[in-house]
């Protein structure tokens, strides 16, 4: 029976990719908070700031290993810091918080399919069908 691991590379890029998806959902949900400030008339600039506090952090996480990725989280966050309506600004978070997970679950997937190793049992390895003879 042979089963499927990660080679060591692939296990520290899937903690990363954990990593980032926990640091990800924070941001989420300031963004969400920062929505519900808009919405309420509130001040959201507290909160915005919040966000554009967390997200060079993430950014600096995914770096070493998926640069583009990283690139994304930093185009989110200079967007985020550009002026014009909160609304607006709001679905620019949105859509890159968005942008960013499907970026992240993608790259899960791939990490699982490039790095996986096949383990063989040595019982099975060894056990080779008997050859006939004919003669």
Do not use: D
């Given at each position: 029976m042979a089963g499927k691991k990660l080679d060591g590379a692939?296990?520290?890029k899937l903690k990363t990719l954990d990593d980032a998806l926990g640091q990800l959902q924070t941001i989420h949900g300031k963004v969400e908070t920062y929505a519900l400030e808009v919405k309420r008339q509130g001040n959201p600039a507290v909160i915005l700031l919040q966000v554009r506090r967390l997200l060079?952090?993430?950014a600096g996480l995914l770096k070493p290993q998926f640069g583009l990725i990283a690139d994304?989280?930093?185009a989110l966050?200079?967007?985020?810091g550009r002026g014009g309506a909160d609304v607006q600004r709001?679905?620019?978070?949105r859509e890159g918080v968005a942008a960013t997970r499907q970026?992240?679950?993608i790259?899960?997937?791939?990490v699982e399919e490039q790095h996986v190793v096949?383990?063989?049992n040595a019982a099975h390895a060894d056990a080779s069908p008997p050859m006939s003879e004919t003669a």
């Open positions: 692939g296990t520290a060079p952090l993430l994304q989280v930093t966050n200079l967007a985020a709001v679905r620019v978070l970026a992240l679950e790259a899960q997937k791939r096949e383990e063989t």
